[in-house]
T-cell receptor, first 112, second 109 residues
Framework: DAGITQSPRYKITETGRQVTLMCHQT?????MFWYRQDLGHGLRLIYY???????DKGEVPDGYVVSRSKTENFPLTLESATRSQTSVYFC???????????FGQGTRLTVV | DQQVKQNSPSLSVQEGRISILNCDYT??????FLWYKKYPAEGPTFLIS?????DKNEDGRFTVFLNKSAKHLSLHIVPSQPGDSAVYFC????????FGTGTRLKVLA
C-alpha cells in the first residue's frame, strides 16, 4: 500500500527491554521524523533524518536510537525501555521540495 | 524552552461562527508554518501552511495569518462545522518541524 505505515500499532513491553518501532514509506521522501505525543506536551521531535545514513537529534532524543540504511525505512529503538517512554509515537516523512509532512497512524507504546 | 507555543488548550465555538486558533513562536529563522488537525487514534493530517515571506494563505474555509514582527500565527476557520472538532497543532521550521502543544476545538451544533 502506498503511504507511510507504522508497526506495530500497539505494544506493551517491560521496563528494561529493548523495543523497536518500525516506519516505512513508499514515496521515497528524503526526510523522515519520529515524534512522541504526550498530554500537555503536544508532539515532540525525537530524531529526524535528511537522507539514508544521515540522522540527527531532535528535542527529546535521550533513550532512543535510530538508523536509516534505506530511504524508505526509519526504525526507532528504545534500548532499555522506561515507564517515562510510555507514549504514542508518530513517524512522518516529507519530500525534498515539499512543505507538508505526512504522518503515520501512530504506535501506542506502554512500558510496564 | 518551547519554541512553538499554543497557549489555549481548548476552544468552544458555535456551528457557523468563526474559530480562531493562535500560535506563538520564538525562532525568527523558521521558514514555514503549518497547521495540522488530529482526531483521536489517528495521525495528524495537514491542513494548511504558509511561507515566512507571506502574511496570509487561504484554502477554502481555512485561512492562516502570519505576523512576523509579533512572531504570531493564527488559523481562522469560517464557518465552523461540527466535523472540525479535533485537536489542532501548529508547527514551524525549515527542514524539521517543531510542534506546539495543541488546542482542542469543539464546535457545538
Amino acid at each position: 500500500d502506498a503511504g507511510i505505515t507504522q508497526s506495530p500499532r500497539y505494544k506493551i513491553t517491560e521496563t528494561g527491554r529493548q523495543v523497536t518501532l518500525m516506519c516505512h514509506q513508499t514515496w521515497s521522501h528524503s526526510y523522515m521524523f519520529w515524534y512522541r505525543q504526550d498530554l500537555g506536551h503536544g508532539l515532540r521531535l525525537i530524531y529526524y533524518s535528511a537522507a539514508a545514513d544521515i540522522t540527527d537529534k531532535g528535542e527529546v532524543p535521550d533513550g532512543y536510537v535510530v538508523s536509516r540504511s534505506k530511504t524508505e525505512n526509519f526504525p526507532l529503538t528504545l534500548e532499555s525501555a522506561t515507564r517515562s517512554q510510555t507514549s504514542v509515537y508518530f513517524c512522518a516523512s516529507r519530500g525534498q521540495g515539499g512543505t507538508e509532512a505526512f504522518f503515520g497512524q501512530g504506535t501506542r507504546l506502554t512500558v510496564v | 524552552d518551547q519554541q512553538v507555543k499554543q497557549n489555549s488548550p481548548s476552544l468552544s465555538v458555535q456551528e457557523g461562527r468563526i474559530s480562531i486558533l493562535n500560535c506563538d513562536y520564538t525562532n525568527s529563522m523558521f521558514d514555514y508554518f503549518l497547521w495540522y488537525k488530529k482526531y483521536p487514534a489517528e495521525g495528524p493530517t495537514f491542513l494548511i501552511s504558509i511561507s515566512s515571506i507571506k502574511d496570509k494563505n487561504e484554502d477554502g474555509r481555512f485561512t492562516v495569518f502570519l505576523n512576523k514582527s509579533a512572531k504570531h500565527l493564527s488559523l481562522h476557520i469560517v464557518p465552523s462545522q461540527p466535523g472540525d472538532s479535533a485537536v489542532y497543532f501548529c508547527a514551524a521550521g525549515t527542514y524539521k518541524y517543531i510542534f506546539g502543544t495543541g488546542t482542542r476545538l469543539k464546535v457545538l451544533a
